[in-house]
């Protein structure tokens, strides 16, 4: 071997080691470094072979270092890793783990978004003599090694929506999908759609796809990974990280970094080690199903036998899938367990990679109890055992009694109200003959008409009272309208409005602006009051209770100064109310309370809301008083209800629920992009803002200054985000209006 | 009695009268001015009366918050808000009496203003009361079923009834001042109203709801004066005057009292008795919902003498004089209704029943307005030469135009310019003694243009020899 090329190669090697290790300095490595750089290969004192030797000698330390510094690495340096030019791209897993594939969807830079990388794969298995080729459907985010135009792996929303059309045409042509996850986040855009609708619209369907799914997360970043990261089972690179959000972000977050700022190196990483972003992490806790092992430092695209792992991995794990679920399945079960201790012959076993239609259904619902079962030890469960014991009997009570109320009694009183229409039609008939007969007659003998008398008293006579539009607003007045003192509206210099005494705008005008419509932060006691009917809201799980999963420092004090202030466990609050009468479930996202981050509690009890809803048959209202996104300090575990909530929001639409959510003041990320912004339904309160990405962030991740009314509800509207803008005080008689005129078959109350 | 520093939030004549009754009473005033209005009367008197420090420059005189962190300045105990902006809005009202440093406001008490305030809900208190009402839905009607069922109802009524041409009114329930309003009188037509009006309401108000009503035709516009104590001694009249005499936006250019005169002109109908049962109707409304201050019941009386309860104002209103001008308290001279409401407003009790109060003879009110009554009574805007106004013993006059030198009318108000009231042992003479009034009454002036003054007088004149026949 030319000792010039090996040279470089060590050179390589070490060079790429540094760059792991980023700030921090090894002084074995810098030594090895200067040695291998010394080493003469082409000195003519000097033979070839002795060259070679010294070097081999070199690199044989310099593996050794490696393995050493591999064992050392922290969470930030896996990030670097991932982060790093040579790191394995999808190209190369296609090239060398699949054994033929068409890439689809574009190619190169000449793509609807060159970070998303399609393509139709085959995996060719040899069984003896017989020959089975697997098509398998790739989708993931390609980094490329550094090309430009793959904007890192960040995709734009029309990048997710192809990865969603190739997911549903291999739903059709009842293919597996492997699913390379690749992104440090989604690119925070706005558009037709915008980045959060898209996501949001990905995992909805993904919940429903047919066919296994199967998720290698290399570089997992927020919603950006989720949007196709929906999966029976989920790998990991051993070197690979799955987080909520960059360490960086975080940092940003953690430390109030603002604008142009940068966070200091150590905060970001501590926010990268308490995070728990790491594979071995996200495998302890249940995230990921499986870890694929990565040569020392990291895979680079040398590195042949990693794909073969990756390859016999990848081809087990659709096994399992498929066995999980196949009919015929004992024997190469065992074959299975067996053969894992054998990796390499897991090539050799018959398994046909396609699935009938009982299979489908086993499948989707398998895979919505992976999920629901994921992140049960995340919150803290607060209730007592009395409440615990009313919570399962209601799980049973309920919705027996659904069945006899809907079920059995609807039906029948639904053939007695027929019956009784039908006779009163017959008998509208022979009554108005008669009256026509009888006007007939009295026109015949000129007789006065003398109901004027009655009609007058009728029409000057009180009528019955209405029912207020919105509700009347006692029990609850605003501490905003506390100070005598006057308002200025933010708009006065647009639209000329005029100062409004703060007990009159807090207290009577529910905090809009009466001469622009513009609307005041309002608390969210407000809408208890004068959404729902007087006294209605019955609050449950009150006492699931947001806690610290990952062992954040300093976190509990957190969490237990947000309980104080508020007086609440978590920052969702579920409850049944009615409103004019009809009987609803809601659950709330309360801005007030960690800024309305959601977190395992929260999602937890959105869910249960839901199920609670889906049994009591009763329509649904997801309102987001405010919320910040998912809570960045307990890592995946905030991360994973994403997926977890919408799971849960589809399965209630199937069964007929109606789902409307409301945004007021500020919504983004997370919960906007999966399970609020996966309903057919949405309104947005006046003057609130929404989308995925803030500002802040906006600038931060892209360099872009967003015009100020980028987030605009207006904005969201006419992007087609959510159905209508509504004011405040009309929540109450648009609700209603919804109720009554949308959604599924299956509303009973109407 | 305390001594008050009564803040006069308001312009032209009445904050003068204002002022005379203050001054009356032993309180002391501050007048406020706005920019444009440099040049009114009222400074003068105010300047006379209680010298520069009993006068104000603010930015507006519809700016609460200018207007109240003034009333701090000049440490103001009480509020009156006049006949402007401010005196029929329960907002104002409430937020005088309920903020840190709570000042009197002279006037009903808010949640008076509040319940009246809303025509809506003064007709349905109205029928809770048994107190007639037009015809029609008490609610704002949503449902168009609902409301093709009431217009249908109507048309049938009003045939019963033989009204000449059976109308019905579809207008906007969050309306006002002529918005949104329509007229129907085919049943055919009314859907098509009633979908427009109500699209023009959600456009405009922001909500869909509308009122269905008969219309009256050539009706007299009558209005009951009420006057009550925060006591709760019960309330007194001081009679019933005329306002039928308005200009086309319904602005009222001449009122008379009483309101009918069964002794000197034949009605079709029992005048007395219609005017008595408005009387009583008006006093047990105001005795039901504790009016305590000075207020109008104003009612429209039909062709065939029915009363319908239209609105209440719930302030003193310009035409205050003419009901006074024949009202004799024990048989003294005329009682001033502007001093009434600032005692009462004050918190004093009433001290006098309706036993105390008489009437004698007739009177009319005439608004010398700058306007073009033959041009859709546009109002004109100039300089008017110095007046100088008739005098008689039967004759008040009230004005804030300056003695002595000319007086620009601001272009941002309206161009009233004088009230005249005039007093006769009957109809007859008050008719004659008017029309020697506005004969003796030259106004000369001009604007940029060099147009000559445009006002009313002949308008005036042509209409008091009509006065009342119908």
Known sequence: ?750 | MARHRILIANRGEIAIRIMQACQDLGHEFVAVYTAEDAGSGHLDTARAMGGDRALARISSYSDAGDILSLADEVKATAIHPGYGFFAENYRFARRVAERDRPMTFIGPSWWVIRDLGDKINTKRLARRLGVPTVPGSDRAIYDEMEAEAIAESLFEFQTDQEVKRPTVLVKASAGGGGMGIDEVDDMARFRQTFRRIRNYSARLFNDEGVLIEQRVFNFNHLEVQVVSDRAGLGPVHFGTRNCSVQSLGKQKRIEVAPGFFPQGISYSFDAAKVLGDIVDHSLSMAREINYDNVGTWEWIVGPKGEPFLMEVNTRIQVENGVSAAIARLRGENAVNLVREQIRLGLGEPMGYGQQDIGFKGASIEYRIIAEDTQNRFTPWAGRVEPVSWPKAPWLSLHTHMPAGRAYQIPTEYDPNLALAIIWGRDLAEAKARGLEFLDGLSLDGRDGQDVDIKTNIPFLREKTSTLLEF
């Open chain 1, 1 to 750: 071997m030319d000792a010039d090329k090996k040279k470089t190669d060590l050179l390589h090697r070490a060079q790429y080691a540094k760059d792991i290790l980023g700030p921090k300095k090894n002084e074995r490595l810098e030594a090895l470094l200067s040695k291998i750089g010394a080493c003469e290969t082409n000195s003519p004192g000097q033979g070839r072979q002795e060259a070679l030797k010294n070097l081999q000698v070199l690199e044989e330390r310099l593996g050794h270092l490696e393995a050493l510094l591999d064992k050392q690495l922290t969470p930030m340096d896996k990030v670097r890793i991932v982060r790093h030019p040579q790191r394995i791209c999808l190209k190369d897993i296609l090239e060398n783990v699949y054994d033929n594939y068409t890439e689809i969807g574009g190619k190169d830079e000449h793509s609807i978004d060159p970070g998303m990388l399609i393509a139709r794969a085959y995996v060719t298995r040899r069984v003896g003599k017989k020959t089975l080729n697997h098509p398998v459907m790739v989708v993931g985010q390609e980094k490329g090694h550094g090309q430009e135009f793959r904007n890192g792996g960040s995709i734009k929303p029309w990048g997710n929506s192809k990865a969603l059309k190739y997911m549903k045409v291999a739903a059709r042509e009842n293919i597996p999908i492997h699913a390379y996850v690749s992104t440090p986040g989604s690119y925070p855009l706005e558009d037709f759609p915008g980045a959060a609708q898209q996501i949001a619209e990905n995992i909805y369907e993904m919940a429903g796809l047919e066919v296994p799914i199967i998720a290698i997360f290399s570089e997992g970043g927020s919603g950006g990974a989720e949007a196709v990261a929906l999966a029976d089972k989920r790998l990991m690179f051993s070197h690979g990280y799955y987080s909520v959000i960059s360490p960086e972000g975080a940092a940003a977050i953690e430390g109030k970094v603002r604008g142009g700022m940068r966070a200091p190196a150590e905060l970001i990483e501590r926010c990268a080690q308490f995070q728990r972003i790491t594979a071995e992490d996200n495998l302890g806790a249940g995230f990921v199903d499986a870890v694929v092992q990565e040569p020392p430092l990291g895979a680079r695209p040398e590195h042949f036998d990693f794909y073969k792992r990756l390859r016999t991995e990848v081809i087990r794990a659709t096994d399992e899938v498929i066995l999980g679920v196949g009919g015929m399945r004992i024997l190469r079960k065992r074959a299975m367990r067996r053969r894992k201790k054998d990796p390499d012959e897991s090539e050799h076993i018959i398994v046909r990679w396609n699935l009938n239609t009982k299979a489908k259904q086993r499948l989707l619902a398998k895979r919505r109890r992976k999920f629901r079962r994921m992140a049960q030890g995340s919150f803290e469960d607060r209730r007592s055992l009395a409440e615990k014991i009313g919570a399962a009997h209601l799980g049973i009570l309920v919705p027996a009694f659904s069945a006899v109320r809907y079920g059995l009694v609807k039906n029948v009183k639904k053939t007695f109200t027929r019956a009784a229409e039908e006779v009163t039609g017959e008998i509208h008939v022979v009554a108005g003959r008669i009256e026509r007969l009888r006007r007939k007659a009295m026109e015949r003998l000129r007789l006065p008409r003398n109901n004027g008398r009655r009609k007058g008293l009728e029409l000057t006579a009180l009528s019955a009272p209405v029912m207020p539009s919105h509700g009347n607003g006692q029990g609850y007045l605003s501490p905003q309208a506390a100070p005598d003192r006057e308002i200025t509206c933010p708009r006065a210099e647009k639209r000329g409005c005029m100062d409004v005494w703060a007990r009159d705008l807090f207290g009577e005008f529910a905090g809009v602006c009466p001469y622009c419509g513009h609307h005041f932060f309002m608390e969210y006691q407000w809408y208890l009051a004068n959404v729902f009917d007087h006294d209605s809201v019955r609050e449950f799980n009150q006492n699931i209770a947001s806690g610290n999963p990952t062992g954040f420092p300093d976190f509990e004090k957190r969490i237990l100064a947000a309980r104080k202030k508020t007086g609440l466990q978590s920052a969702c609050m579920t409850f049944n109310a009615s409103l004019m009468g009809i009987k609803l479930t809601c659950a709330m996202l309360i801005a007030d309370f960690r800024g309305g981050s959601v977190g395992a509690a929260e999602g937890e009890k959105f869910i249960r809301a839901l199920e609670m809803a889906g049994k009591r048959h009763q329509p649904f209202l997801a309102y987001s008083h405010g919320t910040a996104g998912i809570r960045i300090q307990e890592g995946v575990h905030g991360l994973i209800q994403m997926p977890r909530a919408t799971m849960a929001v589809r399965r209630y639409i199937e069964a007929g629920g109606l789902y409307i959510v409301l945004y007021d003041t500020n919504s983004y990320a997370g919960p906007v992009a999966s399970f609020l912004g996966c309903s057919p339904y949405q309104y947005a309160v006046r003057s609130s803002r929404l989308g995925f990405a803030g500002p802040g962030v906006i600038r931060e991740t892209t360099g872009v200054d967003i015009p100020p009314d980028y987030h605009k509800s207006y904005k969201a509207l006419s992007r087609g985000h959510i159905q209508g803008v509504w004011d405040r005080r009309d929540i109450r008689k648009n609700l209603h209006q919804s109720f009554l005129t949308i959604g599924g078959r299956n509303l009973y109350y109407r």
